[in-house]
C-alpha cells in the first residue's frame, strides 16, 4: 500500500519559516519524481515546487528565492523549506510522487501564515 504523510505544517507569522516533510512508503522513492503542491478554498490545486528523480528542481515563480524543494532517498522522504512566508502562502500543502502513470497523493497539511 502507497502512503505518503507530510508533516510540519502550522501557524507561523508573516516572514518565519516552516520546514515540511513528506515520509513515503511502498514506493520505490528513488525513481519517482516528487512534488509540493497547494490549495486554498475555491482555488485550483497549484504546483510549488517539484525535484525530479535526477535531483532537478523547478519552482513556481511565487515562490522562487524563498523556498527550497530537497529529497532523502535513504530516508524515502522529500522536503519543502519555506522562508519569509507571507500570508498569501496560507493553503494546504500537499506532496505528490508521480512516476509514468502512476500518480500518488498525501493527506496534506495546513500551514497558517498570519500578518
Do not use: H
Amino acid at each position: 500500500q502507497v502512503q505518503l504523510v507530510e508533516f510540519g505544517g502550522g501557524l507561523v507569522q508573516a516572514g518565519g519559516s516552516l520546514r515540511l516533510s513528506c515520509a513515503a512508503s511502498g514506493i520505490i522513492f528513488s525513481i519517482y519524481d516528487m512534488y509540493w503542491y497547494r490549495q486554498t478554498p475555491g482555488k485550483e490545486r497549484e504546483l510549488v515546487a517539484g525535484i525530479f528523480n535526477s535531483g532537478n528542481t523547478n519552482y513556481a515563480d511565487s515562490v522562487k528565492g524563498r523556498f527550497t524543494i530537497s529529497r532523502d532517498n535513504a530516508r524515502n522522504t522529500v522536503y519543502l523549506q519555506m522562508n519569509s512566508l507571507k500570508p498569501e502562502d496560507t493553503a494546504v500543502y500537499y506532496c505528490a510522487g508521480f512516476r509514468a502513470s502512476s500518480k500518488y497523493w498525501g493527506q496534506g497539511t495546513q500551514v497558517t501564515v498570519s500578518s
